[in-house]
């Protein structure tokens, strides 16, 4: 059976909401765990840099074949034995690494799962809306007609906008985006390979890098948002919310349970907290080409014969492949390339104008607040306005200003949020010249309506800062939200397999409760000894757990592989929330697969939570289970 999966689409969106609470907000500086843009000795020829430890155990880590080196030798190191972690006995933890592993050989995990016998009406359900709610209309004795015109089964789709806090949205006064994966969509790989490969060349000319460098190859697909780049070491991390590192690879190479063990999680007291400056947030689609690049350059300093290569760290290595990148950002690699040809890299989206427009049909203020420098955001803006590349004449109007009450480039985020010391400049969208402003006090200087007559004689302009923003809009206090727009669908294939594998879980739990039974049960006995029948009692639960246990972490092992062959899911670690999912649950209110999804809502829409439960109000909630204080059966 093949699973077919849809892969995360491509956008980050910075939507920014100011809400008509008359709540007083400063802004806090960035946590260096938010997603926020991120603005040794050398190695020994046999054995890596990151293998640092030398005791009494051999280890060994994957030596399979990476996507550029074709026969590598085993790396190994040795390690003090250790005690047992409480991750120990977590199935599907050895699920991950496998994954890890069977992906670096090239192999795929074996279908254990089959649900060929479950019936297609037991799968989707015949029932209707009615009969859906029937039971809890009766209980809270409600009749609602409208309940009888509602689908038999909810639709659920990538359209669909899903809520952590919840948001009203005709309590908006003013909403904003970001340009770049946000209002803009780039084609991938195509867009990713400019800066890859005009990296790859400042590298060789500029810094001396091997000639062999400008033979890598970029292969986006190899990453997911919300790793953790190691740079001091030259590894790639995905941890959970707990900051356990739950898969770790160095290069292209996995790095074997306990290597990764003792890399990051010693003792309980000395666990990284993965904010040190020489870990780098992968939150945006951006940072893979720097992530490809690092890796690519690990490898060849490991396994080639480069004496420029050893003598750098990899943290220096790292930081000349950011300052490559972002140099093909600001001189004109990139963005002189989809300029002239933006239909080969910019994605049209014919929901971009309509929801535009919805906004500001109803009295929400929208603003466009992007990183980008103006002639790079005029050229791809009348594109996404006319869904065509203009003539000079043409884009010197820029129409698409119409859709906007106002328009920020160069803002300079993340310092745009923190830094209230940043000069605003007016841009004249003629030619993108400049002219100074005197911010606040010329909004102040103008008197009532300060902000509207500001705003008259020109509604574009470059840099300044938070509070320049609320003065524009007009708006004194109010709450931001941050909402990153990124998810991907699950067929009903995978859902059922992820539901079987909470049941077996949940069997696990009842095993071990059980036992608990048992062993009370033995010691309010009085025998000093087990006689054959407890015995066997006690081999048969550990028999049958030993036995559950095997099949999650065959289960696990398969679920995982359907999101991603190397990374599993981006949202969940194990049975966490991954570090990326605990950051979307915690500072994005609304979340998507693309910005012109919010389109879709009607504007008196009120977005609800799902709910959030503890593991107790799990099992009480489960219908299978009964206080013990209440009638049970024994």
């Known amino acids: 059976m093949t699973v077919r999966q849809l892969l995360p689409v491509s956008s980050l969106v910075a939507f920014l909401a100011t809400i008509s ?50 026969k590598l030798p085993p790396l190994s190191a040795t390690i003090p034995d250790e005690e047992m972690s409480s991750y120990d006995i977590d199935e599907d933890e050895a699920a991950e690494q496998s994954l890890a592993a069977l992906s670096a050989n090239g192999e795929a995990p074996h279908t254990i799962y089959d649900d060929s016998s479950v019936n297609e009406n037991d799968k989707y359900g015949t029932r209707t809306a009615m009969d859906r709610y029937s039971t809890t209309l009766q209980k809270f004795s409600l009749s609602l007609p ?32 970001d340009m770049d994966y946000t209002l803009a969509q780039y084609q991938q790989p195509a867009f990713d390979k400019l800066a890859f490969d005009g990296a790859k060349e400042k590298l060789v000319k500029s810094l001396g890098y091997p000639s062999e460098v400008l033979d890598f190859e970029y292969d986006h697909t190899y990453w997911v948002r919300g790793l953790i780049i190691d740079t001091q070491r030259g590894n790639f ?24 063990k003792q890399l990051y999680s010693r003792t309980f007291n000395k666990v990284p907290s993965f904010t040190e400056k020489y870990f780098v947030n992968m939150d945006t689609l951006f940072q893979h080409v720097d992530a490809h690049l690092f890796a690519s350059l690990v490898e060849l300093k490991d396994y080639g014969e480069h004496d420029f290569l050893d003598g750098k760290t990899y943290e220096e290595i790292y930081r000349q492949v950011r300052e490559c990148v972002d140099l093909c950002h600001r001189d004109g690699v990139i963005k002189d390339e989809v300029a002239k040809n933006p239909e080969k890299y910019l994605v049209l ?11 500001r049909a109803n009295g929400i203020k929208v603003f466009l607040l992007t990183n980008s420098y103006w002639e790079y955001t005029s050229t791809a803006m009348n594109y996404l306005f006319h869904e065509r590349k203009v003539d000079a004449e043409t884009q010197k109007k820029n129409e698409w200003l119409d859709l906007f009450d ?20 007016r841009v004249m969208p003629e030619d993108g010249s400049l002219r100074n402003t005197d911010g606040l006090f010329e909004i102040e200087a103008l008197g009532e309506d300060g902000a509207r007559k500001f705003l008259e004689m020109g509604k574009t302009f470059q840099g300044g800062n938070w509070n320049h923003l609320q003065a524009m809009l007009d708006i004194e206090a109010g709450r931001r939200y941050s909402t990153l727009v990124i998810t991907y669908m699950l067929t009903y294939y995978v859902r059922n397999l992820r539901n079987s594998i909470m049941e077996l879980r949940k069997l696990r739990d009842e095993f071990s409760q059980y036992r608990d039974i048992l062993t009370r049960q033995f010691e309010s006995s009085g025998e000093d000894l087990m006689s054959d029948e407890w ?28 999101f991603h062959p190397r990374w599993g899911q981006m949202f969940v670690a194990g049975y966490q929330d991954s570090r990326f999912g605990y950051f979307v649950k915690n500072y994005a209110c609304l979340y998507t697969s693309k910005a012109t999804n919010l389109g879709l809502a009607s504007m008196s829409r009120s977005f609800r939570t799902s709910g959030e439960l503890l593991p107790h109000d799990n099992e009480m909630s489960d219908k299978f289970t009964c206080f013990i204080d209440e009638e049970c059966d024994k």
């Open 406 to 425: 106002l328009v920020v480039v160069g803002s300079c985020k993340p310092a745009y949020l923190t830094d209230p010391y940043l000069n605003l400049f």
């Open 349 to 359: 989206d014919k929901g971009l104008i309509p929801m535009l427009n919805k906004f």
């Open 21 to 70: 609470w008359s709540l007083s907000v400063k802004p806090s500086p960035p946590s260096r765990g938010r997603m926020a843009l991120i603005n040794s000795c050398s190695a020994r020829r046999d054995r890596p840099a990151f293998l640092t430890r030398v005791t009494n155990r051999q280890v060994f880590v994957s030596s399979a074949p990476s996507p550029r080196i074709n």
């Open 146 to 177: 409208t309940v009888s015109n509602l689908p038999s089964r909810r639709p659920i789709s990538s359209h669909d906008v899903f809520c952590n806090r919840e948001l009203r949205l005709d309590n908006l006064k003013a909403v904003g985006f």
């Open 535 to 562: 015995e066997r009692m006690f081999s048969q639960i550990e028999d049958d757990d030993f036995m559950v246990k095997q099949k999650l972490s065959d289960a696990s092992l398969e679920y995982h592989s359907a």
């Open 237 to 260: 991390l995905k941890i959970d919310r707990h900051k356990y590192v739950r898969v770790a690879y160095h290069g292209f190479q996995p790095i074997s349970k306990n290597m990764r």
